[in-house]
């Protein structure tokens, strides 16, 4: 029991501490080829959730500070029938970034999907450097994922549009641990991109 208890405590520290110094680019470059859009399920009528919302309005004003001039959103149909992609798609040209200038990522099924699909999507039209764009607590894991990844990065993160309570705040970090810690022992490898591929 107290060896398993001092297993788990130390595998969190791990967890913690790899989210506390976790890359935030690697890169000193101020615009990039796109903004990658990290995915977020849309609510049961295919609306976008406002964490989903968040983030596709941050991207929409990079995107009109000149930051980049693409859009890449990544998501499939996690939570329901709705591809986050094509709602995250919908979303940004009503606010008024054109069609041709938002590229959707429909299959990704996780954040190292997000990453590797969007890398792929973007090794195909030969672009090498991206604004990842998420949640702020969402973006430690992302940068452990991007830092293995061939392109010039940096993540930028997407304030919420309403006041978390204490509580969701306390459970949004406890999940983002967790799922780092399952990123760290687990998925990194078993989910790896194929990196020859995208070099």
Not at 59 to 83: C, D, F, K, M, W
Not at 142 to 169: K, N, Q, T
Request: proline fraction near 6%.
């Amino acid at each position: 029991m107290v060896a398993a208890f001092l297993f788990g405590a130390i595998a969190l520290c791990w967890a913690m501490l790899a989210r506390r110094f976790a890359p935030q680019s690697n890169t000193a470059r101020d615009t990039f080829d796109a903004i990658i859009v990290l995915g977020y399920p849309a609510d049961a009528d295919g609306n976008p959730t406002p964490i989903q919302l968040a983030r596709v309005t941050e991207a929409v004003q990079e995107y009109e500070r000149g930051i980049a001039p693409r859009l890449i959103v990544t998501g499939s149909a996690v939570a329901n029938h709705y591809v986050e992609a094509q709602v995250m798609a919908r979303t940004a040209e009503a606010q008024g970034v054109p069609a041709s200038n938002v590229f959707i990522e429909p299959n990704a099924r996780d954040t190292i999907q997000n990453a590797c699909y969007s890398v792929g999507l973007m090794k195909a039209h030969g672009w090498i450097s991206a604004e990842i764009v998420s949640s702020p607590g969402h973006l430690p894991r992302a940068g452990l994922i991007f830092s293995r990844l061939p392109i010039e990065w940096r993540v930028h993160a997407a304030p919420s549009l309403e006041p978390l309570s204490a509580d969701e705040r306390y459970a949004d970090a406890v999940q983002e641990t967790l799922k780092t810690l399952r990123y760290l022992a687990w998925t990194r490898w078993r989910e790896r991109c194929a990196s020859a591929d995208l070099r």
